[in-house]
């Protein structure tokens, strides 16, 4: 199985500051035939179902604002909240979709400092 | 508007049975293959089993092969869990959340239900 380490658990940032999330798989998610990263993130908030917010590792959800960026390649990723605002408090997770069976990250709490 | 409403989720005596059911809406139900996640108190997210289109392909995670069947009705468009031989350890809030295409091979999902409770517990 994949297994999928994310960094940090928590997080703390002033309104408008930049967060940062980390995800590192343990083995590559590209796959050579389509050069195609199998990582998404998805956000999930109190009382609501997870969200997705990007996938192939840098590509945005349609609708989902572009202060949300995603980044990496390999076993190496990252989600990046460039001015981040009261209603992103959230749990952000990866994912990994290469093969079966689907693995997630632990999960990252943001929250407002 | 996609939709995915999770049902029959309860408090479950250990070796009782349950069926999950994912009614879903706002989309061609019968074009996507969807899943089951599952996340245990304090735990991460476990994904548990897919089912593709037509029914004809099923995928178990090894933590509950053989007590556990996904299936789908696509004349209702719902998805079920059947869940037999419950532990303590299947404690869990058990999301539905479908695929982006009608394969799981390199597919994300791109929605998700809210999810519903199961409790194992004598």
């Known amino acids: 199985d994949i297994v999928m380490t994310q960094s940090p658990d928590s997080l703390a940032v002033s309104l408008g500051e930049r967060a940062t999330i980390n995800c590192k798989s343990s083995?590559?998610?590209?796959?050579?035939?389509?050069?195609?990263?199998?990582l998404a993130w998805y956000q999930h908030k109190p009382g609501q179902p997870p969200k997705l917010l990007i996938y192939?590792?840098?590509t945005r959800e349609y609708g989902v604002p572009d202060r949300f960026s995603g980044s990496g390649s390999g076993a190496d990723f990252t989600l990046t909240i460039s001015s981040l605002q009261a209603e992103d408090v959230a749990v952000y997770f990866c994912?990994?979709?290469?093969?079966?069976?689907?693995?997630f990250g632990g999960g990252t709490k943001v929250e407002i400092k | 508007e996609v939709q995915l409403l999770e049902s029959g989720g309860g408090l479950v005596q250990p070796g009782g049975s349950l069926r999950l059911s994912c009614v879903a809406s706002?989309?061609?139900?019968?074009?996507?293959?969807m899943s089951w996640v599952r996340q245990a108190p304090g735990k991460r997210l476990e994904w548990v089993s897919a089912?593709?289109?037509?029914?004809?392909?099923?995928s178990y995670a090894d933590s509950i092969k053989g007590r556990f069947t996904i299936s789908r009705d696509n004349s209702k468009n719902t998805l079920y869990l059947q869940i037999n031989s419950l532990r303590d350890e299947d404690t869990a809030v058990y999301y539905c959340?479908?695929?982006?295409?009608?394969?799981?091979?390199?597919?994300?999902?791109?929605?998700w239900g809210q999810g519903t409770l199961v409790t194992v517990s004598s």
């Open positions: 959340a479908k695929f982006a295409g009608y394969s799981w091979t390199r597919t994300s999902f791109d929605y």
């Open positions: 706002g989309f061609t139900f019968s074009n996507y293959a």
């Open positions: 089912i593709s289109t037509s029914t004809t392909s099923t």
């Open positions: 083995q590559s998610l590209l796959y050579s035939s389509t050069n195609k990263n199998y």
């Open positions: 192939w590792a840098s």
């Open positions: 994912q990994q979709y290469y093969s079966l069976p689907l693995t």
